[in-house]
T-cell receptor, first 115, second 111 residues
Framework: ETGVTQTPRHLVMGMTNKKSLKCEQHLGHNAMYWYKQSAKKPLELMFVYSLEERVENNSVPSRFSPECPNSSHLFLHLHTLQPEDSALYLC??????????????FGSGTRLTVV | GQQVMQIPQYQHVQEGEDFTTYCNSSTTLSNIQWYKQRPGGHPVFLIQLVKSGEVKKQKRLTFQFGEAKKNSSLHITATQTTDVGTYFCPYYGGSQGNLIFGKGTKLSVKP
């Protein structure tokens, strides 16, 4: 148990489906992040929430919609995805600003396959 | 913009051999972190280096931060099969100073 829990672990969805990824952290951190990791690209930072406000959105397509209802929970809502969106989606948390020496704590990820 | 390059991208070693991966930045870094991701796993924080010339050890792992704070290295002594994985040296960047990851170094260990 890493202190950051992601569900589901695996998800297969059609291009017309709507689904949501969930992340919960039990570490008392005040920042949460979504990263995308695919076979061909390094870890890509998608969204950053600090104190429940979105502070960074790295040109992510609108078919990905994040939500942070409180400092412990983070969602990624998915709709009309493309096959190239198939990847491992990782949630992480930290103290913000994140240079306090303790690093980011990652969840185990959701392996998403779009068919 | 700031770039941190990590070499080598892949390294295959025989169990018991030493291994080193290097990270080189085009600009001075305020600090650098190291993470390990096992196959099928997620990145796990190993350490943060902050001071110029800093050296830290964790059992068989030795981390160094260069005097100019523009490079860093991770050295593993006498590799074991449990060392298999990808090692990353992300840096703080972007508009809000968040962790930016590169491709890392993928280590395989032959028993």
């Amino acid at each position: 148990e890493t202190g950051v829990t992601q569900t589901p672990r695996h998800l297969v969805m059609g291009m017309t489906n709507k689904k949501s990824l969930k992340c919960e952290q039990h570490l008392g951190h005040n920042a949460m992040y979504w990263y995308k990791q695919s076979a061909k690209k390094p870890l890509e930072l998608m969204f950053v929430y600090s104190l429940e406000e979105r502070v960074e959105n790295n040109s992510v397509p609108s078919r990905f919609s994040p939500e942070c209802p409180n400092s412990s929970h983070l969602f990624l809502h998915l709709h009309t995805l493309q096959p190239e969106d198939s990847a491992l989606y990782l949630c992480a948390s930290s103290q913000f600003p994140g240079q306090g020496g303790y690093g980011y704590t990652f969840g185990s990820g959701t392996r998403l396959t779009v068919v | 913009g700031q770039q941190v390059m990590q070499i080598p991208q892949y390294q295959h070693v025989q169990e018991g051999e030493d291994f080193t991966t290097y990270c080189n930045s085009s600009t001075t870094l305020s600090n650098i972190q190291w993470y390990k991701q096992r196959p099928g796993g997620h990145p796990v924080f190993l350490i943060q280096l902050v001071k110029s010339g800093e050296v830290k050890k964790q059992k068989r792992l030795t981390f160094q931060f260069g005097e100019a704070k523009k490079n860093s290295s991770l050295h593993i002594t006498a590799t074991q099969t449990t060392d298999v994985g990808t090692y990353f040296c992300p840096y703080y960047g972007g508009s809000q100073g968040n962790l930016i990851f590169g491709k890392g170094t993928k280590l395989s260990v032959k028993p």
